[in-house]
């Protein structure tokens, strides 16, 4: 079934978009995460510019993420203060970003820019988990029980000032480093079109010792607030939001999410961070792997306007 | 009615007499032609589409019989302006280094012809009548500079092979069929991904060489209904269109955790 996307300008399969949508949303379901990262090569390997794809996929990350803050809400499994300090970094990072996506596009490197952003960003995070969840596997294997949570332990982001203390995590926290963060997800998310979940709940659980009870419900209240602006920034900017598309990953998505949710629980959790990892690195190494070789086509056309 | 006036009546008339003798013979063939449909519409279900131009060649009574005709038709879309970036090895990687900027060109260009052009015209009139892809103008800014360069530049047959490898730009020399001697038809091919605007389709007639006569048509292209709507809206009103969107993601989110709560 064909239909005709009105601000990619081109027709694309609708199942192709909503079964793409689904296999998303299960692997974000499975293991917690937006799967922007998943999301937006999919779309520009469909024939959707880089740019139109960035841009739906972040109101595709808002439906998600919303659905999701929901059910961790009435399980009370989120942290509204840690949530509302990360948020005020996050707008600002959002603006940023935008901006920076807009002044990329101006001058022709927007394409490389997201495809360096994905090598870097992906192969570090992917390389990182791979190499923990190896370990924990090991660990496992020997008959070790896995790593006790050092709680007590503290390093030099717990010595900042402007300490205060976030009830529902149980933890007495600079709002410095929180701010930072925030800002740091905003950006990456309206740059690169990912909510920012799978680079985000590895910093709070490993850096400022947030407890795994509440990481992603909080999580997931950024990536919600950051992807809205984000898609209202990108509409009034760049006009490149496609409602339509996003409309059908927002079925697939959500729907896919469910029956990932349910696989999930049946992986023992060490497994399922090594195989996010090995995901993750695949798509990075894919990305730094096409900007090595030798392109097939050197030429690309944009058009730049419509004159009189 | 005197001598006089009766006489010089008789000379204006053999004078306007000669005019239309001149015009006749100056115009002795005439181009008549007609598009299949003047107005396409894109809707949602749009993948593309043909149409088709027919046409006739009348010659004046009297005009001198000739051997064969020839027809060019040009097809020029909406213009726009267009970046071409040529990717180069930096660092080990592959960046967009040079640029060309062309300028008001078009969005959909074909030329149908019935022969080769070579064998229409020499290469000189295919230069000034613009004939062919090689000959059409696209503008380019070169710095300060604007104007067209040799058809074998790097950057021109670049743009040209992109588009042509995207559909939007094509030279068929075997697409004008004569269906009689005067009578010819030819299909306009357009791609999914066609431009949206006015089109104009330009049809000139040659005979040994030389052009007797061309004429001019169109029809446009246009999104309608759920299409338009949104298009427009994304781009006059891109607050609304954004906050909308947004809340879209929002009900649809919302819903879907209604749908499948499991408590």
Known sequence: MQLYLPIADLPVNVLLILMMGAAVGFISGMFGIGGGFLMTPLLIFTGISPAVAVASVTSHMAASSFSGALSYWRRRALDPLLALILLCGGVLGTLLGVWFFTLMRSIGQLDLMIALSYVALLTTVGGLMVWEGMRAIMRANRGQPPMVKRTGSRNWIHAMPFKIRFKRSKIYLSVIPVVAIGLLIGFIGAVMGVGGGFILVPILIYLLRVPTSTVIGTSMVLTLFTMLIATVLHAVTNHLVDAVLALILMIGGVTGAQFGARAGQRIRSEQLRLLLGLLILAVGVRFGIELGIRPDELFTIRETGVSG | ?263
């Open chain 2, 1 to 263: 009615m005197t001598r006089h006036a009766a006489l010089r009546l008789l000379s204006s008339l053999s004078a306007l007499l000669l005019v239309a003798v001149l015009a006749g013979a100056a115009r002795a063939e005439q181009l008549i032609v007609s598009i299949s449909n003047n107005r396409i519409t894109v809707t949602t279900n749009y993948s593309g589409g043909e149409l088709v131009l027919f046409g006739s060649i009348e010659r004046e009574a009297g005009a001198a019989l000739r051997p064969g005709y020839d027809l060019v038709v040009t097809v020029r879309g909406p213009r726009a302006d267009m970046v071409t970036r040529r990717k180069e090895r930096k660092l080990g990687i592959w960046v967009n280094t040079d640029s060309r900027q062309f300028i008001n060109v078009p969005g959909y260009l074909a030329v149908f012809a019935n022969r080769p052009l070579e064998a229409i015209a020499s290469a000189d009139t295919q230069r000034r009548q613009q004939l062919g892809m090689n000959n059409i103008l696209l503008t380019q800014r070169v710095g300060a500079d604007y104007g067209d360069v040799v058809p074998d530049d790097a950057f021109r047959s670049a743009f040209v092979r992109l588009r042509e490898g995207q559909g939007l730009y094509r030279q068929d020399t075997a697409a004008v069929t004569f269906l009689t001697p005067t009578l010819f038809r030819t299909g306009i091919p357009l791609p999914a991904e066609v431009p949206i605007g006015a089109y104009e389709v330009e049809i000139q007639c040659f005979a040994d060489g030389a052009l007797l006569t061309k004429t001019t048509t169109g029809f446009e292209i246009v999104k309608v209904g759920f299409e338009q709507f949104v298009a427009s809206a994304a781009r006059n009103n891109g607050l609304a269109y954004g906050l909308v969107t947004a809340l879209m993601a929002l009900m649809t989110g919302w819903i879907a955790s209604v749908v499948f709560r499991k408590d």
